[in-house]
């Protein structure tokens, strides 16, 4: 069974602080990890990540794939209020004509002042 | 805003009612999927329509039922729903595959069914 595992689960820090989020994987035809970011409603994509070793960056975020060790972690740092949200896990499965992703339950994030 | 469109946003209905969701994409995708997000739950994937026809079916009960009229708009019917389908509904579109593209998603309608 295709499974990915976020941890913590959640997560209070104060503003300025910096996070880490991890995120493990044990899936069959691996194509790509995402990394979503989901306040209130929709989901807003953050990364994507198909080849270990390169980070990718946003601002404040980064992300990093390990496909060898099956984890990516996701870095958030000088963390502000407006970081607070859950943060999802995906892995994309291969497939033909879609994607297929599998969801980690989440870490949910609260920056306080 | 996004610019994968729902409506509406919130939807309250009985278990006898019957009502349709509706999800809209203009950035030329042709995979949309429905998705059902419970309360603190990552979202789990329903169908999956590739080319306007239906290429998965996550085991989803009958009482769903989705339709694919065009390239950029996605339905959901709902009839004789139950309280535990009680959710809230993302819709996303994506690429075809190989394009290393994102999945994105719709704001979703919060249904409560009473």
């Known amino acids: 069974e295709d499974k990915v595992v976020q941890s913590p689960l959640s997560l209070v820090v104060h503003e300025g602080d910096t996070v880490t989020l991890n995120c493990s994987y044990e899936v069959t035809n691996f194509r790509s990890l995402l990394w979503y970011k989901q306040e209130k409603k929709a989901p807003t994509f953050l990364f994507m990540l198909t080849s270990s070793g390169i980070e990718k960056k946003s601002g404040r975020l980064s992300s990093i794939l390990d496909k060898k060790e099956l984890f990516s972690i996701l870095n958030i740092t000088a963390t502000q209020t407006g970081d607070s949200a859950v943060y999802l896990c995906?892995?994309?499965?291969?497939?033909?004509?879609?994607?297929?992703?599998?969801f980690g339950t989440g870490t949910r994030l609260l920056v306080s002042p | 805003d996004t610019e994968v469109t729902q409506t509406p946003k919130h939807l309250v209905m009985g278990m006898t009612n019957k009502k349709s969701l509706k999800c809209e994409q203009h950035?030329?995708?042709?995979?949309m999927y429905w998705y059902k997000q419970k309360a603190k739950k990552p979202p789990e994937l329903m169908f999956v329509?590739?080319?306007?026809?239906?290429?998965i079916n996550e085991s989803v009960p009958s009482r769903f039922s989705p339709e694919c009229p065009n390239s950029s708009l996605l339905n959901l019917h709902l009839h004789a729903l139950q309280p535990e389908d009680s959710a809230l509904y993302l819709c996303?579109?994506?690429?075809?595959?190989?394009?290393?593209?994102?999945?994105?998603f719709g704001d979703g309608t919060r249904l409560s069914i009473l």
């Open positions: 950035m030329g995708h042709r995979a």
């Open positions: 995906a892995v994309e499965l291969y497939n033909t004509g879609f994607q297929k992703l599998v």
């Open positions: 329509y590739s080319y306007e026809k239906l290429s």
């Open positions: 996303a579109s994506s690429q075809e595959r190989g394009l290393n593209q994102p999945q994105h």
